[in-house]
């Protein structure tokens, strides 16, 4: 079946500019995952998602970042007035039912780079 | 908090050779799970196996398998025959709280097989 996707693949955008990425997960699962990858970096959580509520936003690193799920199923990660900081490659991952396993399946991840 | 450390940024060997990569980790969890991922160049994270702590035996997936000290708090991964598309980032990861809320990465080891 068909895996995790991001959109979009790459987004370059300027200095103090809004951008949105999308992830959608493998049909069926449940809990959703956002991460951030800095450059040398291992991925770093940002917000996890189970059915369309966010079970724990404790990562997002300020208020310019905001996710949503509405229908349980695709999510968007939304950053505002974006700083040259916030380059990364960010990941999206999705888990079965409860997830108890905590094994992810992830998405190929959108690089961000903010000029 | 939970910690992930791998303390070998990179490694080369040749080809058909056997490898380990280093993982250790703390926490104050009883029954968990422990992750290898690999990450090649197009950035997809892939699962290369999993470890159930409560289980004493080590676990294996074909040419790849872990050396699990519990006590120790250290779980390794050795990659026996080594080669080319094994070339990867590999991360050590573990459930933030011992479920299904995310997973903690370490900053990872760039593996390199040499032809």
């Known amino acids: 079946g068909a895996g995790v996707s991001q959109t979009p693949s790459n987004k370059v955008t300027e200095k103090g500019k809004y951008v949105e990425l999308r992830c959608d997960p493998i049909?069926?699962?449940?809990?959703l995952y956002w991460y951030r990858q800095s450059l040398g970096q291992g991925p770093e959580f940002l917000i996890y998602?189970?059915?369309?509520?966010?079970?724990?936003d404790s990562g997002l690193p300020n208020d310019r970042f905001f996710a949503v799920r509405p229908e349980g199923s695709v999510s968007t990660l939304k950053i505002q007035r974006t700083e040259r900081g916030d380059s990364a490659v960010y990941l999206c991952?999705?888990?079965?039912?409860?997830?108890?396993?905590?094994?992810?399946?992830f998405g190929p991840g959108t690089r961000l780079t903010v000029t | 908090a939970q910690t992930v450390t791998q303390s070998q940024p990179e490694m080369s060997v040749q080809e058909a050779e056997t490898v380990t990569l280093s993982c250790t980790y703390d926490t104050s969890e009883n029954n968990y799970y422990l992750f290898w991922y690999k990450q090649p160049p197009s950035r997809q994270m892939i699962l290369v196996i999993r470890q159930e702590a409560y289980k004493q035996q080590n676990a294996t997936e074909n040419r790849f398998s872990v050396n699990f000290q519990k006590a120790a708090k250290s779980f390794s991964l050795k990659i026996s025959d080594s080669q080319l598309g094994d070339t990867a980032m590999y991360f050590c990861a573990f459930p933030r709280r011992g479920g299904a809320d995310g997973l903690t990465f370490g900053k990872g080891t760039h593996l390199i097989i040499q032809p």
């Open positions: 998602f189970q059915g369309t509520g966010a079970a724990d």
């Open positions: 049909s069926g699962h449940t809990a």
């Open positions: 991952a999705s888990s079965p039912v409860g997830g108890e396993t905590g094994e992810q399946y």
